[in-house]
């Protein structure tokens, strides 16, 4: 069973559109450790962001901010204001503090910011 | 600042060829990873390692084998390149389970 999900393959908006990236994921740690990273079309991966599972306070930085909830297993990611520079794919990933020692990630969600 | 490093960026293969790809990190990361990205499929750990001379298999490690002799480096063999090896490879490293990977830029390899 996928670990984590991310259910929008492809996702096209227009420039200064908010927009909403959904990472849901599926785990029994009841500590672990959620990420968000971005590949631009140039292909390396950055690091984003990194949530706990005990911190569900919401995270703004700049025009990215995060929305984690528990109750629905969800980790979402939303753009605000998109610019043409944020078209790339974005991956969601999950590591579990008591079993196993690797990251799982999403497939990935590819986006498009139409200038 | 290099971080991770991946040697070759690119390469080409003939079935049934093998070679090696170094990652080198220089944060002094006890865990290292190598990833396979292929489109619609996300990253697959193919093996990984928690420290000097300890290596283990991850989703998908058939046809490859890692070495972890020197804490910095981590490498990735291919003794008999497949076809369907073809793919984007990432190395990535970090402190622990808990913090963030960081990534190389990644070897295009391509088998024909």
């Known amino acids: 069973a996928q670990k984590v999900t991310q259910a929008q393959t492809e996702i096209s908006v227009v420039e200064k559109e908010d927009v909403t990236l959904d990472c849901v994921y599926e785990t029994r740690d009841t500590t672990y450790y959620l990420f968000w990273y971005k590949q631009p079309p140039s292909g390396e991966l950055v690091f984003l962001i990194r949530r706990n599972s005990f911190d569900e306070q919401n995270e703004i930085s700049g025009r990215y901010s995060w929305n984690f909830q528990k109750s629905t297993s969800s980790f979402n990611f939303t753009i605000t204001a998109s610019q043409v520079v944020d078209s790339a794919v974005y991956f969601c990933?999950?590591?579990?503090?008591?079993?196993?020692?690797?990251?799982?990630f999403g497939t990935g969600t590819s986006l498009t910011v139409i200038p | 600042n290099a971080g991770v490093t991946q040697t070759p960026k690119f390469r080409v293969l003939k079935t049934g060829q093998s070679m090696t790809l170094l990652c080198a990190q220089d944060m002094n990361h006890e865990y290292m990873y190598w990833y396979r990205q292929d489109p619609g499929m996300g990253l697959r750990l193919i093996h990984y390692s928690v420290g000097e001379g300890t290596t283990a298999k991850g989703e998908v490690p058939d046809g490859y084998n890692v070495s972890r002799l020197k804490k910095q480096n981590f490498l990735l063999g291919l003794e008999s390149a497949a076809p369907s090896q073809t793919s984007v490879y990432f190395c990535?490293?970090?402190?622990?389970?808990?913090?963030?990977?960081?990534f190389g830029q990644g070897t295009r390899l391509t088998v024909v």
């Open positions: 990535a490293s970090s402190s622990g389970r808990r913090t963030e990977a960081f």
């Open positions: 990933a999950l590591s579990e503090a008591g079993t196993g020692n690797q990251f799982y």
